[in-house]
């Protein structure tokens, strides 16, 4: 099981080690060539002007293509802004890939960055918590950092809106792809978010319990 | 918002900016080649620093009018310096909503016995280090980010590099220590035990660790990366250049690619003349700005 973290630039050390805490295998995605014989990728938080910078035509068709054969993908803050539809605030482009509109830097400034202990889960977000068994009774918590994040400010038909802050959407599943316009990479425990990425990469395979927390395989 | 969660923010800022180089700009036009070139942050300031060297005087945090026309232009994070212990400038630039705030060496100190209390802010703050007890004591203070001092607008790497290896050989020998050790150690590095003992188990600073002052070249960042940088600032290195986008954007890819030779061989082709470079022992020792902060 080998999980590629898109680190051109961001807080990929941070998904890495959330990562292999429970159990994955994690390398440093930094050219195109880096995509193939994945079983899973991460697009991480960082600025996505830079990132774009940075993708060149032969890299962004890689990933594009990797992406719509299916590939398991967990896409946080920045990486949701590089897969979005339309990106504003300002506009530059994107992989229109994840079918939503999304407004960079959208509650302001570092001084305006906040934390959420708990997002408000959507009916979808609880079925899928369900269905990938980590609702133990209850539904897990979904801690929640926002560090000048965007928000998303439409969401297309078949996306899946699975948690939302302030009434917007902030986690949102569409087929393979996750996107959290949060930073579960620097959540105090293993954030709910890796599980059911976790659940995604390894959907034929069913988890493993260890000592209460799922593990890849 | 309750202040349990500010540490985690700071840092979490500082770690989104990692694998990206910022640099000094002095307007909005600089800025906007900046974030053009893929620059992850910029520093605004008056002057960078081979020209504070020159004009000498007294060095303050930027006017707020050019700070503003900065974050007007650009939709990356913006930093601003202030002087070692003026704690109103920074209030001021908190105040602004600036992103970053570099209590830094390159200004003229306005206090000569104390930093900033970071801890009083919202806004994170990166420190400069030339050793690992630098590190801690401004860690100590709040600082969510140390980088280097390097020598600030001298385009010599090897101030930087001295300060990295002291820094990561330091960090090296605590991790062996035992805990009767741990408290000498404590005393001589003039940190609280507390967090050297942290330091010693993780064998790293509890904040992101960049390199700053003298680069000049996509090799001098590829250098400071390789040595445990986990970004790069570039002062006067881009704008001091004969060609500051194209040298920015070959040090961009520099620092994501810093252990591809074939990509730093790739960028640094046909690139125009770097910055004028200083030989550190021209420079007076009361000239130097790293001796400023404690």
Known sequence: MQIGVLSLQGDFSAHSSAIARIGGHTIEVRKASQLSDLDGLVLPGGESSAMLKLLDESFLSALRESLNRGLPTLATCAGVILLASAVHNPAQSSLGILDVDIMRNGYGRQVDSFVDSSLLLTEEGRAALQNAQLMNGRAPDIEAVFIRAPIITRVGADVDVLATHDSKPVLVQQGSILGATFHPELAETISPVYLLFSRLVQADDGLVEVDGSLLFR | ?294
Request: hydrophobic share 45%; charged share 25%.
């Open chain 2, 1 to 294: 918002m309750s202040q349990e969660h500010l540490p985690r923010l700071k840092v979490g800022l500082a770690e989104m900016l990692k694998g990206g180089v910022i640099m000094d700009v002095v307007n909005a036009e600089q800025a906007s080649i900046a974030e053009e070139s893929g620059a992850v942050a910029v520093m605004a300031l008056e002057r960078v620093p081979a020209d504070i060297r020159k004009c000498g005087g007294v060095a303050r945090m930027a006017s707020i009018d050019v700070i503003e026309n900065i974050m007007k232009a650009v939709s990356i994070p913006v930093m601003a310096k202030v002087r070692i212990g003026h704690f109103a400038e920074a209030q001021v630039l908190e105040q602004l909503g600036v992103d970053f705030i570099d209590e830094s060496e390159v200004l003229t100190p306005a206090d000569e016995h104390f930093h900033v209390n970071k801890f009083d802010f919202k806004v994170p703050f990166v420190c400069g280090a030339r050793n690992l007890g630098e590190a801690l004591r401004r860690i100590s203070e709040g600082a969510a980010m140390i980088r280097t001092k390097g020598e600030a607008g001298s385009g010599n790497i090897v101030e930087a590099v001295r300060h990295m290896r002291s820094l990561t050989s330091e960090l090296k020998m605590l991790t062996v220590r035992s805990d009767e050790e741990l408290v000498t150690a404590a005393k001589e590095l003039g940190a609280s035990l507390e967090l050297v003992k942290l330091v010693a188990r993780d064998g790293k600073l509890p904040v992101p660790n960049f390199a700053a002052g003298g680069v000049a070249t996509p090799a001098d960042a590829a250098l400071m990366m390789q040595l445990g940088a986990e970004s790069v600032f570039v002062g006067s290195g881009i704008f001091k250049s004969e060609d500051p986008a194209a040298r920015a954007r070959a040090i961009v890819r520099a620092v994501t690619h810093y252990r591809d030779p074939e990509i730093v061989l790739e960028v640094s082709r046909g690139l125009a003349e770097a910055m004028p470079g200083l030989e550190i022992s021209q420079i007076a020792p009361e000239d130097r700005l790293q001796e400023r902060g404690w």
